[in-house]
């Protein structure tokens, strides 16, 4: 572990966050099957590196009552309710667009359906995180998110975003580098945003830090 991953923890554990910290992706299984409890009700926001870990398909072996939104046939009303029924879950799954040396999550969501779970709700959170989303400060979480996050997830997407075309926030070329600055798509994915500092309910927030480049 090196110097920057040893100050970011003790800043979590500072904010009532609690750390964790492999080597490899896959050690983020075991780790996660000793945090959960068999029969426990789970559910996930959208996220790559949850499936590079191989969380996604370790939820669905039958342990847990995964609330899945994936499930094919589902309506819209049917993954809106999952959305609300996620929020009232045993542990919810994510990630992390940024994690800044003080301590500090940064989020930007285009449903808000994550947020609103990392917020409040679910009785756990637990967030797999990358060495590669680990910024200095939040001006740095934020240039993260207009430059790399969301012109990835766009193209991962395929929606039809500025970002995603020309590779960063069109904010960015407007000089705008204000949070919540950027395109008038109808495909944006970022809406809504969340910076969490320092927690009420001690350790309820979980970051598993993994030694490798995950996700967006």
Do not use: W
Request: contains cysteine; charged residues 25%.
């Amino acid at each position: 572990m090196d110097n920057k991953v040893e100050r970011v923890m003790l800043s979590l554990q500072k904010n009532n966050i609690k750390p964790y910290y492999v080597e490899t992706k896959e050690e983020v299984v075991p780790l996660v099957n000793y945090l959960l409890n068999e029969g426990d009700t789970v559910s996930a926001g959208g996220s790559v590196s949850l499936s590079e870990t191989g969380i996604i398909e370790h939820l669905k072996c039958g342990r847990y009552n995964f609330l899945n939104r994936n499930v094919p046939g589902l309506t819209d009303e049917d993954i809106r309710n999952i959305y609300i029924s996620a929020l009232n879950s045993d542990a919810y799954f994510c990630s992390c667009n940024a994690v800044t040396e003080n301590g500090e999550l940064y989020n930007v969501d285009g449903n808000a359906n994550r947020i609103c779970a990392i917020s409040f709700g679910p009785k756990s959170v637990i967030m797999i995180v990358g060495v590669n989303k680990i910024v200095c400060d939040m001006n740095e979480a934020i240039k993260r998110v207009k430059t790399i996050a969301a012109p990835k997830i766009c193209k991962h997407r395929g929606n039809h975003t500025y970002c995603r075309k020309i590779g960063h926030c069109i904010s960015i070329d407007k000089g705008q580098i204000d949070m919540a600055s950027g395109c008038d798509s109808p495909e944006r994915v970022c809406c809504s945003y969340l910076i969490t500092g320092q927690q009420r309910v001690k350790d309820r927030i979980k970051i598993i830090l993994v030694n490798d480049n995950l996700g967006f």
